[in-house]
């Protein structure tokens, strides 16, 4: 079994650091509780939506890294890293914070590889190009994800998916906790 994960709110729990990079970058007081919810749909749209410069992407990912060193990974997701053949990550977020979260928690020994889409040249999600980057080397059986932007891709390439924290968009399991990830997803295929 062959798994493409998401990092950001999937791997780890990052939103909070996610909200005060983008607060930060904002120099405005905003609802905290709102901001989440648009990075939820995609940063993107948050950009938008807050009236923010595209051209501001590159501190954005500065402020966010800095705040996300006392990131946590998500309960129980290493007992499903090790129950799995392989276990690959492609993510928005730069490759170096990647690692050094991965690294930290000594959950790197478990990933066959790490993309991160716009350093390497890829679309961002949801495009399939990182994803179809992946297929190239390795069979996917599933991709885990938390925002519509994680599942759309696999959905276009006929890959089934998992919806961790998000009941509200479509896929082929939806999940609260990795407690139940090996029961309800993995005894299932």
């Given at each position: 079994m062959n798994l493409l994960w998401d990092f950001d709110g999937t791997l780890f729990d990052t939103y909070p650091a996610l909200v005060e990079g983008f607060v930060s970058l904002s120099q405005r007081d905003l609802d905290r509780t709102e901001v989440l919810r648009w990075l939820k749909k995609d940063s993107k749209t948050a950009f938008k939506h807050y009236g923010?410069?595209?051209?501001?992407r590159g501190e954005y990912q500065r402020l966010y890294n800095l705040h996300s060193v006392n990131s946590l990974p998500f309960d129980d997701v290493e007992k499903v890293l090790a129950a799995v053949d392989q276990n690959v990550i492609v993510t928005h977020r730069d490759k170096e914070?990647?690692?050094?979260l991965l690294e930290k928690f000594d959950l790197l020994k478990y990933f066959q590889e790490v993309v991160s889409v716009e350093e390497q040249g890829f679309?961002?999600?949801?495009h399939t190009a990182?994803?179809?980057?992946?297929?190239?080397?390795?069979?996917?059986?599933?991709?885990v994800g938390d925002r519509d932007l994680d599942l759309i891709p696999a959905r276009n390439l006929n890959i089934?998916?998992?919806?961790f924290q998000n009941p509200n968009i479509a896929a082929d399991f939806h999940l609260v906790n990795y407690a139940d990830f090996i029961p309800k997803v993995l005894n299932q295929l």
């Open positions: 923010i410069s595209e051209d501001l914070s990647t690692l050094m679309t961002r999600k949801p990182s994803y179809e980057y992946i297929l190239k080397s390795r069979h996917i059986d599933l991709v089934k998916t998992v919806a």
